[in-house]
């Protein structure tokens, strides 16, 4: 029984010719640096993203722990929008491995306020932890895959780097942000110092994602990730389907971002569904339900009775994403079970 899967972009399947190139990907033992594969994504990314060097890692959040812990000091404070993955979602990660506290500000849709973010750095006093990281993620998952411009986060990394600080991007979703914005990743980048990107998920790669930066900060994030249990012996059977992503799956993120419109744009006419169509801009869409109608856990069992699958929060918040393995046709059949509920 085929479903249509609109619960994350995490869940795409990888193509034919990542399986070949899996399937004949040459090897050897990354702890010692000899996977030629893993070396060769390494390097494409580094290139890709116009930073000295790579370091391939099995998922998102062991990346993004691993730039924290590279980046910080035990008893440190960082700074971040309070609803990132990497505060919301990793597990209390950055007390748990890095033993940082984070200073939550609120974002508008993810991007920080450049004064809010320069009063919130700790001037010196005795009674004050030291900061040592400032982050953004774009696109932004929690507020609907929105997106921050490379003027807007220039702004910041110039508060940052006026302090010296470093500014570290969750980057997982970053090339539908460039598709968006009709920029480069590197482009797009440029002012960040460190950022984490996935391969697994509008990629279609079946794991792993990217952290590039300079090469003092990569070998300490090396260090970081086999601390983590993320040194891998012959993982370029991974990194394989990683170099196809790069080569063959970035140009097409477009086509999520128009289906994802249609979507919304579709949702809107329904009368128990509250969204804001100008939010859509990429491959996230988020919307409320009138719960009077419908429960979320309604919502939801109605919704896989039709073979359909979403995420739902107990508040009514639905959220579904498109991505390659989400057809027009299929997003128009989904429609048409809504608007028949
Ligand atoms: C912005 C961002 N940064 C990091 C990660 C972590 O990546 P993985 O650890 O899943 O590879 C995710 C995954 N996001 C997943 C999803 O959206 O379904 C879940 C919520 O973890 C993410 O959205």
Redesign the pocket.
Known sequence: MSFIDL????VTQPTEKMRTAMSEAAVGDDVYEEDPTILELEEKSARIFNKEKGLFFP????A?QAAILAHTNPGEEIIIEKD???YL??VGGLAFLSGVQSRQLPGNLGQLDPQEVEAAIRPSNIHFPRTSLICL?N???VHGGTVISKRDIDKIAEVAHQYKLPLHL?G??IFNAATYLQTTVAELTSSCDTL?F?L??GLSAPAG?MLVGDENFINRARKCRKLLGGGMRQAGILAAAGIVALEEMTNRLQEDHENALLLAKNLAEIPWIEIDVDRVETNIIRFNLDTSHFSAVEFENKLREANIKV?VSGDGGVRM?THKDVTRDQVEHVVSVLKSL
Not at 7 to 10: E, L, V, Y
Request: glycine fraction near 4%; hydrophobic fraction near 20%; aromatic fraction near 4%.
């Open positions: 619960r994350s972009d995490t998922t998102g959040t062991m993004n990132m993955h990497i979602y990793e993620e696109t932004h998952n969750d997982a979703r984490m996935c697994s998920k994602s995420n994403v």
